[in-house]
Nanobody, 122 residues
Framework: QVQLAESGGGLVQPGGSLRLSCAVS????????IGWFRQAPGKEREGISC????????YYADSVKGRFTISRDTAKNMVYLQMNGLKPEDTADYHC???????????????WGQGTQVTVSS
């Protein structure tokens, strides 16, 4: 069974950066990939970035494109989300999750972790 654990959230000023980490266990190459989604109070869940496990192909939602970068380290079973140019509207609970490879991309997730809170505020 896949288990995921996020870390790296916190409070940051607008324009700042954070790097989220996701430790993955029980994951094999039979799985398609890993993604990040976020959820803010009163808002729908938003899949923001996904990466395929075997070849590292990436996807970004328009809301984060050009600011966030997803990467993976298959040897360490880690996935990272580098977030630059953070805005107050990025404030949310961020989760990493197994990507079920549905359509539209990066919207259908299987297992996910407990999440890490990101707050962007001055």
């Amino acid at each position: 069974q896949v288990q995921l654990a996020e870390s790296g959230g916190g409070l940051v000023q607008p324009g700042g950066s954070l790097r989220l980490s996701c430790a993955v266990s029980g994951f094999t190459e039979d799985y398609y990939g890993i993604g990040w989604f976020r959820q803010a109070p009163g808002k729908e869940r938003e899949g923001i970035s996904c990466i395929t496990w075997t070849d590292g192909a990436t996807y970004y939602a328009d809301s984060v494109k050009g600011r966030f970068t997803i990467s993976r380290d298959t040897a360490k079973n880690m996935v990272y989300l580098q977030m630059n140019g953070l805005k107050p509207e990025d404030t949310a609970d961020y989760h990493c999750a197994t990507d079920l490879a549905g359509q539209p991309p990066c919207e259908f997730f299987g297992s996910w972790g407990q999440g890490t809170q990101v707050t962007v505020s001055s």
